[in-house]
């Protein structure tokens, strides 16, 4: 089974700085992989997505990750935090179309003023 | 834009009674999945269903849930016998056709069984 490691349970960035958010996963195919962002009494919102191609990818709200597979990662990051990023991130990994999601145990993220 | 819609937000049921969790997916996907969120912890797979049958299911989904989609376009989830234990945010998701990657998911029911 797939498993995903998000390090970090809460991180916190001051507004204006860069937000690092880290995923590593263990595949033994070449995964899909998500970005998922979870806002405070709400569902899950795709922010962006691997599945073949360019290794950089670029989503929603300035974020973008990149697909490292020789370190099994898939970070995410922003260069400058915004205070309505505050929320809870995911990381998910698939392994083929119609497969079931693995999650990692979510970051919460901070934004001080 | 099409989202995925559940009903109800918040459910609260006393231990022992049947819930039944409701989902409008998207209309033309064909990949159905319910997914749950324990307070805290991370978004644990219960159950997926394509072709009207469940395709993959995990050690959660035991005898005591079932899912139907009655009517091409509702995909229910029901607990039969709830325990404190099933107390959860609930979110279903839909995917679309051959090929599709992301799934997308609703807002999410918070069940309470007290």
């Known amino acids: 089974a797939q498993s995903v490691t998000q390090l970090g349970s809460h991180v916190s960035v001051s507004e204006g700085a860069l937000v690092l958010l880290r995923c590593n996963y263990s595949?033994?195919?070449?995964?899909?992989l998500f970005w998922y962002v979870q806002y405070p009494n709400q569902g899950l919102q795709l922010l962006l997505k691997y599945t073949t191609g360019a290794t950089l990818v670029k989503g929603i709200n300035g974020f973008e990750a990149e697909f490292k597979k020789s370190e099994t990662s898939f970070h995410l990051t922003k260069p400058s935090a915004h205070m309505s990023d505050a929320a809870e991130y995911f990381c998910a990994v698939s392994e083929n179309t119609g497969n079931q999601f693995y999650f990692g145990t979510g970051t919460s993220l901070t934004v001080i003023p | 834009e099409p989202e995925v819609t559940q009903t109800p937000s918040h459910q609260v049921t006393q231990m022992g009674q049947e819930v039944i969790l409701r989902c409008v997916p998207i209309s033309n996907h064909l990949y159905f999945y319910w997914y749950r969120q324990i307070l805290g912890q991370k978004v644990e797979f219960l159950v997926s269903f394509y072709n009207n049958e469940i395709s993959e299911k995990s050690e959660i989904f035991d005898d005591q849930f079932s899912v139907e989609r009655p009517d091409g376009s509702n995909f229910t989830l029901k607990i039969r016998s709830t325990k404190l234990e099933d107390s959860a945010m609930y979110f279903c998701?839909?995917?679309?056709?051959?090929?599709?990657?992301?799934?997308?998911f609703g807002q999410g029911t918070r069940l309470t069984v007290v």
């Open positions: 595949s033994s195919v070449p995964p899909y």
């Open positions: 998701a839909s995917g679309g056709g051959l090929g599709f990657t992301e799934a997308f």
